[in-house]
C-alpha cells in the first residue's frame, strides 16, 4: 500500500530535488541549456552584492508579514473564539472564505483598485483630496499588504485551535486572582497559545519567502523577492544553474524552519492521543 | 494546519464543550473595539473580491463607475478561442490530478496507519515535506526534472506535478479520520471470517468514505486555482487559466479579468462548500453510529 505513493513521492519530489542541488553546481552551454559540473561560483554568486539585498529584503518582507498577521490574526481569533459564542463557526467561516478564493485573483481585485485608475483613486479624486492621484502600487507597503492578504488564514486557524482547546475557567481564574485584562493576557492566554502562534508563523514565514506574485503585481523591480529572481532565471534569457542555486539556498534556509515546524506538529499529536 | 490540529481531525463534528463549561461573557465584558476590528476586517477582506465579481458584470470598460449591468464581458471571455481552451485545460487538469492523487494517497494513508513496514517513518516524512515546501522550488525541481529527462512540457507535466504536490494533502485527510476508526470493527469483521480485502471493501472504505470525498474535492480546488507549479511546468498552449490570467494582468487590468477570476471564485468555492457539506450528509448515516459509538 506504501508502495505506489511512497515511489512517486521519491522519484517525483525527493530526485528533483536531487537534480536542482546538482544543476545549481553545474554550469550553461553555448545555446543555455545547463551542463553538470563543480562550479561553486553560483553560490558566490547568490551573496553577490548585486543579490544579496534581495534575499535580506525578502526575509525582511517575509518577517514583517508574519508580524502583522499575528497582530491582525490574533485579535480576529481571540474574538471569535472568546465572544463568539453559537456563532463562533459561522464568523470563522466568514473570516476564511475570502481566503478560499485563488491568490491571483484576490492580489488582481487589489491591483485592480489601488492601480492609477482603480476604484480608490477614483473615489479620492471625486472627494477633492487628491489630483494626481496617489501612486499605491510599487511600494513595499502594498507588496507586505498582498503577501498578509495571501497568507493570514495560516496564522488565524492555527490560533483559533490553540485558543479554541484553552480551557476559558483560567481566564476567569486569572481574573480571580487580580489579574487585570492586561496581566491575565500576558501571563495566562498569551503562554497557553503560544504554540498556535508559532505554528502559525512557520506556516505564514514558509510561502511569503518564496512568493513572486505578490511583488510582481503590486510591487516592481525595487521589491523584488528572491522568488522574483528565481523565476527570471527560468524564463527569458536566465541562468538556470544560478536559479537552482537560489533555489537550493532558499530551500537549505528554509528547511530549518520546516524541521521546527514538522516536530512540533508531531509532538503535538502524540500529546493528543497520549 | 491540518497536522498541527491532531485530535481534531479525528472527529467529523468539532466538539461542542466549553458550553457546559463557563457561561458565555456577559454583553458589557465583550470588548467593543475587538469587534469593530472584526467588521474591519471582514469589510476589508471581502471588499476586493466582491467589487471584482460586481465590476465584472459593468457594462462600461471602467473600474471606477459602474455604468448598468451587461454580461459582454462573460461573452468576451467564452467567445475567446484560447481562453475557453484554458478553462478546459484548467478543469481536465483538475480532475485528473483529483483522481490520481485520491487514489495514491488514500493507499499512502491505510499504508502508514495500518500496515507495519520497515520504511514507513521515511514515507511519513517524505510524505509530509510537499506540504512545508514553498512551491517555487517544488515549480523549480519540476521543471528540472522534465527538462533533464526530456519530457516535453505540456498538460500532462502539469499534471505531473501537482499530483506530486496534492497526495500528501489527501494522506493527511485520509490518514486523521483513519487513526479515529478504531481497529476492533475491522478486526470484527475478520473474526466472522472476513478475508483481508473484504474487510477493505466492506468495511473501512465506506468508513473512510466522507473523508476521501472531502479531500478529493480539497484536491479539485487546489489544483483548479494553482498557479506556480503549473506556471513553471506548462507548456506553451493550452495554457492552464491561471497561468493565463497571470499574464494579461501584466499587460493590464481589464474586465474581462474580472469575469475570469469571478467564474474562478464561483468554481473553487463551490467545490470547497461541497467538501464541508458531503461529509457531513454522509456521515449521518449508520456508519456514523457503528464506528464512532454515537447515537444514530
Known sequence: MLLPGGAWLLLLFAVPLGITLGISFGTTDELGNPLYGWHPENYEEVFDPLFAPVLL????????TVVLCVAIGYPIAYYITRFGGRYKYVLLGLVVIPFLVNYLVRIYAWVALLSDEGLVNGV???????????????TAYTVVGGLVYGYLAFMILPIFAALDRMDPAVIEAGKDLYGSPWQTFRHVTWPTTFQGVLAGSVLVFLPAVGDFVSAQLLGGADTYMVGNLIQQQFFGAG??????ALTTVMMCFLMIFMIFYLRSAARAAREARA | MSIARGQAGRLPFPRRREASRSAPPREFDRPRFLKWFLVAFLVFTLAPIVI?????????????????FSLQWYRDFLNDTQLRESLFASLEIALVTMIVATILGTMLAYGLVRTRARFGGGVNVLMLIPLVTPEIVAGVSALLLFTQIGMQLSLATVMIAQITFSISYVTVVVRARLAGLGRDVE??????????LQTL???TLPALWPAIVAAALLVFALSFDDFVLSFFTTGTSPQPLPVRIYSSIRFGVTPTINAIGTLMMLISLATIALAVALPRLVGRREYRAVLLGEEA
Open chain 2, 187 to 196: 478486526e470484527a469483521a475478520m473474526d466472522l471470517g472476513a478475508t483481508r
Open chain 1, 57 to 64: 529584503r525578502s526575509v525582511g518582507y517575509a518577517a514583517a
Open chain 1, 124 to 138: 479620492l479624486s471625486d472627494l477633492g483630496l487628491t489630483t494626481n492621484g496617489v501612486q499605491f502600487l510599487n
Open chain 2, 201 to 203: 471493501r466492506l468495511i
Open chain 2, 52 to 68: 471584482v465579481a460586481l465590476f465584472s458584470f459593468n457594462s462600461s470598460k471602467s473600474l471606477q463607475n459602474f455604468d448598468g
Open chain 1, 239 to 244: 541562468n538556470w544553474p544560478f536559479g537552482a
